[in-house]
């Protein structure tokens, strides 16, 4: 692997940190990841097509990147929650945080949830749902590997979109349905052993609490409870 793609592995953890740390100083500061995201997505544009074959080398260490999303991820909403908590990003500010979470979060947290949920491990498996935690869409991989996967492009596929569909309407609409073929999919698998979907052996009940305890924890920790 060239100087070059070892550096493309290395700028989404790197972006994350960036992110975070414009939170912890606060102040216009906190709009460190919007202004990343734009300036990335003018310089992805303005680069050459790259078509080249990257072979890469010590594949272990790069796949490691991939889990040191779920440190990365969560250091930058802690790094939130600790300047609101503080009163370093309060007021008016608070609109352009939110707007680099939601670039950053979203942008880099989805694809690495996305790589998680296609490995063969339970660390992996794990993995995506703790950064779909951090995303708000847990347990959605149900539905993306056993929806999506076998009926991409058609219409009984809800990550599909529909020709001529705005982006924002696709995007609310292709999270709710992830979201309900998820349930729909883990209430006939504990049906099938004679549970409730609720079951503590099944996936919901810990998605649930998983969800509640990260927002109350951020809650308490930006001051808000």
């Known amino acids: 692997m060239n100087r070059m793609s070892a550096l493309l592995y290395l700028l989404s953890p790197l972006v994350l940190l ?3 740390a414009g939170f912890y100083v606060g102040g216009a500061w906190c ?11 003018v310089v992805d544009e303005l680069l ?3 078509f080249s074959d990257h072979r890469i080398r010590a594949a ?10 779920y440190l ?22 608070l609109v352009p945080a939110w707007v680099s979470l939601v670039l950053i979060g979203g942008g880099i947290g989805l694809p690495a949830s996305h790589e998680l949920m296609h490995g063969k491990t339970l660390a992996s498996r794990v ?23 076998l009926h991409v492009g058609t219409a009984r596929d809800g990550d599909t979109p529909r020709r001529g569909e705005g982006i924002y309407r696709f995007g609310l609409v292709s999270i709710w349905k992830q979201l309900t073929e998820s349930l729909a999919i883990e209430n006939a698998r ?4 004679g549970r409730s979907i609720l079951s503590p052996r099944g996936r919901l009940l ?4 998983a969800q509640i305890a990260f927002g109350v924890a951020f809650c308490v920790l930006a001051g808000w409870w």
């Open 18 to 20: 960036a992110t975070g």
């Open 31 to 41: 709009l460190t990841g919007a202004v990343l995201f734009v300036a990335l997505a």
């Open 206 to 209: 810990w998605g649930v609490l």
């Open 72 to 93: 990365f991820i969560g250091v930058m909403w802690l790094a939130l929650a600790l300047a609101m908590g503080a009163g370093r990003i309060e007021g008016w500010w």
């Open 127 to 149: 993995g995506a749902d703790l950064v779909g935690t951090l995303v708000g869409i847990p347990m959605t991989e149900l539905a993306h590997v056993n929806v999506h996967h």
């Open 48 to 50: 050459p097509r790259d």
């Open 60 to 69: 272990g260490v790069w796949q490691a990147l991939f889990y040191a999303h």
């Open 190 to 193: 504990q049906r099938r052993f």
